[in-house]
């Protein structure tokens, strides 16, 4: 007589051999890992119609003579490198039998594949690459109030914070391992909350609503101990996620179901905070170098002031309305840049010595009435 322990097995076994995705994988090995391709067709056909339509883009500019940065285009492609193997590849084999193979997966696609994604910049080589309708669609799109919710760095944060609590904290993830289209469901959002994470923070493409460096540190350096308190939980937890699923696959080789838990876990927490140091870094080089560009745009601004300066000393005082409207147009575009409090300051102590170089060129007798608007003063007054 057959026991009800061994009818659940059997039945558990009929659901796992029925979504396709309860056969158990052979022992894993280092080759397997590495050179394993699953026939899936699906996710091969996505990341091959991302890399052709961001190289098409790539040659449009080449074509009419612009250029395009080549890291760019290599971080991107190294992106779908990354999401590929995550989805096909050797790792792909394991993760419905393995949950540390799940948890590499998990990492490689909501952590690692989205920055080389974001610093791929292909939002920015659309604009550029686009015609002119399409262009202004799609900047339509980016100003919208849902691309500025979504784009919004604390969102990407909640609902990246919120993903990694509530997946294995509930019965979502044993679901979806039952469900195949759950499962594929999973995948997309890991990736797609990775890069609503990452491309506020490290992205070079324009995004409204940017925090400003020191903020997307802050933001960072705050998601190191939330994200370390998570791996810890899983990892201390005598609690097997979806201990039905894995017990019905029957699997003999590799440690114990808890064991392997508690590797992807560790493995979870070692990656993550790796990375997360790494984007650190990252976010400092960008800092100092936005800082840089910044400087250089003031001291062309500051050696036009002082060129236009030289001109007029030269040339001798201009008109006075040709002086306000030059006055307007350089006041104007540098409301446009926005300098920061020192620029500004500076900017307006060179001008201020300009000015005290004019009058002393005209030998002004006074600085606060040039020569003009005073022998005009003086001819009113014979006048009279």
């Given at each position: 007589m057959t026991s009800p322990g061994a009818l659940a097995a059997q039945s558990a076994g009929s659901v796992l051999a029925s979504s396709g995705q309860g056969q158990l994988p052979p022992p894993p090995t280092v080759g397997r890992m590495l050179l394993h391709v699953s026939p899936e067709p699906g996710p091969l056909l996505l990341v091959?119609?991302?890399a052709g339509l961001y190289l098409f883009g790539v040659s449009r500019l080449?074509?009419?003579?612009?250029?395009?940065?080549?890291?760019?285009?290599a971080s991107w492609l190294a992106g779908l490198l990354v999401v590929a193997y995550a989805l096909v590849g050797g790792i792909a084999a394991y993760d419905t039998a393995l949950f540390s193979a799940h948890a590499v997966q998990h990492m490689l696609l909501g952590t690692v594949a989205p920055i080389p994604l974001a610093l791929g910049a292909p939002v920015t080589l659309a604009l550029r690459a686009l015609p002119l309708r399409s262009r202004r669609l799609l900047v339509k799109v980016l100003h919208s109030r849902v691309a500025r919710v979504l784009t919004f760095p604390l969102v990407g944060f909640a609902v990246f914070i919120v993903s990694l609590y509530g997946l294995y904290f509930t019965g979502l993830y044993e679901a979806s391992m039952r469900h195949a289209a759950l499962h594929m469901f999973l995948h997309v959002h890991f990736l797609?909350?990775?890069c609503l994470f990452y491309w506020p923070i490290i992205g070079l493409d324009p995004v409204p609503g940017r925090l400003p460096y020191w903020g997307r540190l802050i933001l960072l350096f705050v998601t190191f101990p939330l994200h370390a308190l998570w791996a810890l939980a899983?990892?201390?937890t005598n609690k097997v996620f979806a201990a039905d699923w894995y017990s019905a696959l029957g699997r003999t080789w590799g440690s114990s179901l808890l064991g392997d838990q508690q590797t992807g876990a560790g493995l979870m927490w070692a990656a993550g905070e790796l990375v997360g140091a790494m984007v650190f870094v990252a976010l400092f080089v960008?800092?100092?170098?936005a800082d840089g560009r910044e400087a250089a745009r003031e001291d062309r601004r500051l050696d036009r002031l002082l060129g236009s300066a030289t001109d007029q000393v030269r040339?001798?005082?201009?008109d006075a309305t040709g002086?306000?409207?030059e006055a307007d147009r350089e006041t104007e575009q540098e409301r446009q840049r926005q300098p920061g409090p020192e620029a500004e300051l500076v900017a307006r102590e060179a001008a201020y010595n300009a000015w005290l170089a004019r009058l002393a060129a005209n030998d002004a007798p006074s600085p606060q009435q040039p020569a003009t608007v005073r022998n005009r003063a003086r001819g009113a007054g014979q006048d009279r």
């Open positions: 091959a119609l991302m080449t074509d009419r003579g612009d250029a395009w940065n080549r890291w760019r285009t797609a909350v990775g899983m990892f201390t960008q800092w100092s170098r040339g001798g005082v201009p002086t306000k409207q």
